[in-house]
């Protein structure tokens, strides 16, 4: 490779939009059964822990004199237990009480989640029972979903490394339905934590999978266990989960991307769940990924370039490492024109939303001087617009897309923008 080309191919990027209009994949309950008890004979699940599991009656005994609240932990613990006895194993099968004999608000969730995705694999109990413990298969699938999904809410919702995996193989599975999956989570992150019962803990369950629907359900369980072997080497040597021929040549044909080298190759992706978008930081060399013989050959079962070689991903735009290697690659802006970013260039948003997110063609555009530098003045004053609080400081806690919204705002009212 010219030293040229891999020097731009470390400071450039490429940022973009993820579209969300297709379809989700279609996993049946056969294609289910038969593609996790080859993943779990390939791939053995791990667990949060390798200590016996804690007998609940015995931990409750350790509890001070109960008032109320305690009383309704100790209904809610015994029904878990027999939740567990009912499935074959005896006191903790979810490995919950490892901090302690008391259900946390986190302990709650996986129940819940443990009650939604469990219908899901009990056509595969037979297959596995004599080589796993389905129950442990559960526990940690749970625990797996539970910890992902809780990244994808979090303030923050940036996700890298193997949430940015996760993240990119439900969008490729799912399209406009992972959306739906992700407020119905929130949902029941929401609702889980207030349960003072098992009967409630099973209606948010059962709610939430209702919500989604069992198809997704099915495409969070196969995720999942994909992630629980580390996706790309399962991919790459394993078997495939049931759908990724679909999921693959629907993206590809909506965006000219491969799923699986964008969820690899993805350094950041954005996720605003408020706003319904999906952003992603790919490598230049994604681009000539969907080119024909011009891509990664990592997977024998990589799926055929784009027709013609035709790369129509929608709303992709250069990105950079730094705003000097932006302006090192676009000039200046103008006679009388300033670099203008619409989400601003301030540490704290490069921190959360990674570099290229800030210095790109989309976020970046040449403006007035003069226009430039009163829009500037006007973040660091006090707004009506923004309930009497500083601009850049109400700003900070905002998702990327509220803070380009309102960007887009100000570059209107300034005349900047029709």
Request: glycine share 8%; net charge neutral; hydrophobic share 40%.
């Amino acid at each position: 490779m010219d030293s040229g080309i891999g020097d731009r191919g470390r400071e450039e990027a490429v940022f973009t939009s993820l579209p969300t209009d297709f379809a989700p994949v279609q996993v049946g309950t056969s294609e289910l059964k038969e593609a996790l008890t080859t993943l779990w004979l390939h791939i053995p699940p791990r667990v949060a822990t390798t200590r016996a599991p804690l007998h609940i009656g015995r931990g409750l005994t350790l509890a001070s004199t109960p008032w109320r609240g305690e009383l309704c932990q100790s209904d809610l613990a015994q029904s878990y237990e027999h939740f567990c006895e009912r499935r074959g194993t005896l006191g903790d099968c979810l490995t919950l009480f490892e901090d302690g004999p008391r259900l946390q608000a986190d302990d709650k969730r996986s129940i819940a989640l443990a009650l939604a995705v469990g219908p899901a694999l009990e056509g595969v109990n037979a297959e596995v029972r004599a080589m796993l413990d389905p129950t442990r298969v559960l526990a940690t699938l749970s625990f797996t979903i539970t910890a992902y999904m809780a990244l994808l809410l979090a303030p923050e919702p940036v996700t890298k490394g193997a949430t940015a995996v996760f993240s990119v193989l439900m969008w490729g599975y799912l399209g406009w339905e992972f959306f739906d999956l992700l407020r119905a989570y929130a949902r029941l992150y929401d609702d889980a934590p207030r349960a003072s019962t098992f009967a409630e803990l099973r209606d948010i369950g059962e709610k939430f999978g209702r919500v989604i629907g069992p198809n997704s359900v099915r495409v969070l369980v196969v995720v999942a266990t994909a992630a629980i072997g580390q996706t790309a080497t399962l991919v790459s040597k394993g078997p495939n989960p049931p759908g990724l021929g679909q999921a693959s040549r629907t993206v590809q044909l909506n965006t000219g991307l491969r799923l699986m080298d964008a969820a690899t190759g993805a350094e950041r992706v954005i996720v605003s769940v408020n706003e319904g978008t999906l952003r992603a930081v790919l490598p230049i060399t994604a681009m000539a990924m969907t080119a024909p013989n011009g891509g990664s050959e990592s997977s024998s079962n990589a799926e055929p370039a784009a027709p013609n070689g035709e790369n129509h991903l929608p709303r992709k735009h250069r990105a950079f490492k730094s705003f000097d290697a932006f302006k090192n690659a676009m000039g200046s802006a103008g006679e009388g024109k300033a670099w203008h970013h619409i989400v601003e260039q301030r540490r704290i948003n490069a921190e959360r939303f990674g570099a290229e997110a800030i210095h790109n063609t989309e976020n970046v555009i040449a403006i007035n001087k003069l226009k430039h530098d009163a829009i500037s003045a006007y973040y660091s004053t006090k707004s009506r617009d923004t309930e009497g609080m500083v601009v850049r400081e109400w700003l900070r806690a905002k998702s990327y897309e509220e803070q380009r919204t309102f960007g887009l705002m100000i570059l209107r009212r300034f005349g900047v923008l029709p």
